[in-house]
């Protein structure tokens, strides 16, 4: 398509036209640094062994929220269940299943590449490419097909390829797609320059709006940039992984969008900045986004005092021996807990790893009685090991989650509210 008939569509072909790329805004800095401030001691509360399992947990949480923005809402029971290859029988719920299955691996093997290549070029069209197209080559094919809304025609989402059809979501046209290596290029220059104090965590909310302005592949661009933005917050932020801002995005979708659609707009006026785009849209995206990351770090701040979940993890237990809160379905032992349970865990908690060894001072039980109360909590994945006959980690599992971290996702009937 000649660059003036594309201009005639309204289509975006000059980078230029992505101006503004950065803001300087004072309360958008004060909010960085509060994020900055909170997430590492929020990072610097729990051992390093408890963190693992929190982050196993979280990359759940963040495949829920996540493709919840996209319309799948497969619950996180549902989704861990999928982890185990325990799939529904309906078509329909199994894709979506996988769909969420297929973000939580794609979690795992960023911050796999990310400690294997720490100097990795998160910004670059390379990188992006990658994310795209792990997520798809893992998605049925049923999930791999979208429909032009103007022609009717269906057209195939091939993973880490960029678009090469035009595309209009809402009210926004994204730039040409003979066009999308230059904006990409340039994406990359401006935002995968170093800055220093609480610039990089303004640059990962502008470069969020951006990823989703250029908008560079037919489907998914909506998860490439929430993946991308995990991989920035991990590289910057101590404590990122234990919090997400998926969680929040979600729980604020209507803000969120709104947020978006706002630094779309063209700019208004002299007051309005220099460039093509809004200055002041680009701004409230900004201030909305950070606020939502200082909402998620408080959250998890509030759940993760140590006093209150200790409470909560002894509740549990005590529910478990009433027979009140029972076991997941498919686990074969007994649904009545011992009490002497809530002890064990809440020390996997303070200490990260208990060794096998000290079972039965914690618990106050005999040799046999304590190996068969590991063995229960284990096939549970209430306490988790490293290794067989390693040290005993606290788990996570999303069946005791509603209890352990009140409102970390919707309840499941029977949880608490």
Not at 319 to 327: D, E, G, K, Y
Request: with cysteine; proline share 6%; hydrophobic share 35%.
């Amino acid at each position: 398509m000649p660059e003036s008939e594309a201009r005639k569509l309204g289509l975006y072909t000059k980078i230029s036209e992505m101006e503004p790329m950065m803001v300087e805004d004072g309360e958008s800095e004060d909010l960085a640094a509060q994020i900055l401030a909170k997430s590492a001691a929020l990072g610097a509360r729990l051992p390093e062994a408890t963190q693992i399992s929190m982050r196993e947990l979280l990359r759940i949480i963040n495949s829920y929220y996540s493709n919840m923005i996209e319309g799948n809402s497969t619950h996180p029971i549902d989704i861990e269940r999928a982890t185990r290859k325990d799939y529904s029988s309906d078509p329909a719920k199994r894709n979506r299943q996988i769909e969420s299955v297929a973000h939580i691996d794609c979690q795992r093997q960023i911050e796999e590449r990310l400690a294997r290549e720490p100097d990795v070029a998160i910004t670059s069209p390379d990188f992006l490419c990658w994310v795209h197209k792990i997520f798809y080559d893992q998605l049925p094919d049923e999930l791999r097909w979208v429909r032009n809304e103007e022609t009717g025609k269906k057209l195939e989402v091939v993973g880490g390829e960029i678009r090469t059809a035009d595309v209009r979501v809402g009210t926004h046209v994204g730039p040409a797609s003979f066009c999308l290596q230059a904006f990409l290029d340039r994406f990359h220059q401006r935002y995968g320059t170093q800055s220093h104090g609480v610039h990089p965590i303004i640059t990962v909310a502008a470069s969020h709006h951006r990823l989703m302005w250029i908008h560079p592949f037919m489907d998914g661009n909506g998860r490439v940039a929430r993946l991308y933005t995990d991989a920035a917050f991990r590289r910057i932020l101590p404590g990122y992984g234990i919090w997400n801002v998926s969680r929040g995005l979600a729980r604020n979708r209507d803000s969120y969008y709104n947020a978006l659609s706002h630094a779309d707009a063209p700019r208004k006026g002299d007051l309005d900045g220099r460039g093509n785009l809004s200055r002041k849209g680009l701004e409230k995206f900004c201030r909305v986004f950070l606020e939502v990351c200082v909402d998620q770090i408080e959250y998890m701040d509030s759940v993760l005092k140590l006093d209150g979940l200790l409470e909560r993890i002894k509740g549990y237990v005590t529910l478990r021996t009433l027979n009140i809160a029972l076991p997941p379905s498919g686990i074969a032992s007994a649904s009545k807990m011992r009490p002497e349970a809530a002890r064990l865990l809440q020390e996997a908690l303070l200490r990260g790893e208990v060794p096998r060894g000290e079972v039965g001072r914690i618990t106050g039980l005999g040799d046999r009685v304590a190996r068969g109360l590991v063995s229960a909590l284990l096939q549970e994945k209430l306490l988790v090991s490293p290794m067989p006959q390693g040290g005993l980690r606290l788990g996570f599992p999303i069946h005791a989650v509603e209890y352990y971290f009140p409102s970390l996702y919707p309840p499941t009937s029977g949880g608490p509210a």
